[in-house]
Nanobody
Framework: QVRLIESGGGLVQAGGSLRLSCTASGLSFKSVTMGWFRQAPGKEREFVAAISGRANYTYYQDSLKGRFTISRDNAKNMVYLQMNSLKPEDTALYYC?????????????????WGQGTQVTVSS
């Protein structure tokens, strides 16, 4: 059974940083594209970042480039999202997701497995 468990969310002041972590199990991790998405109240889930199985490629929502960094540790079956210079508009539930086909996709529907999410709240 594939499982994704996020951690690292919390309350932070604007300008601060957080690092989200996602632990994966039940899959051939190094073959899987991993992504981070977020969903704010009343809004659709949106793509944040993705990283290919061997970390050869990373993809970002254009507006987040330079502030967010995705990385992975295949030895630990973990993927990370470093978030810097956080803004109140970054407040959302952040999800880790796995694309078991290893596609380079920004689309929600391309990801078959999702975690439960970790809440990030940025105060002004």
């Amino acid at each position: 059974q594939v499982r994704l468990i996020e951690s690292g969310g919390g309350l932070v002041q604007a300008g601060g940083s957080l690092r989200l972590s996602c632990t994966a199990s039940g899959l051939s991790f190094k073959s899987v594209t991993m992504g981070w998405f977020r969903q704010a109240p009343g809004k659709e889930r949106e793509f944040v970042a993705a990283i290919s199985g061997r970390a050869n490629y990373t993809y970002y929502q254009d507006s987040l480039k330079g502030r967010f960094t995705i990385s992975r540790d295949n030895a630990k079956n973990m993927v990370y999202l470093q978030m810097n210079s956080l803004k109140p508009e970054d407040t959302a539930l952040y999800y880790c997701a796995a694309d078991l086909w290893g596609r380079a996709s920004r689309l929600v529907n391309s990801y078959e497995t999702w975690g439960q999410g970790t809440q990030v709240t940025v105060s002004s």
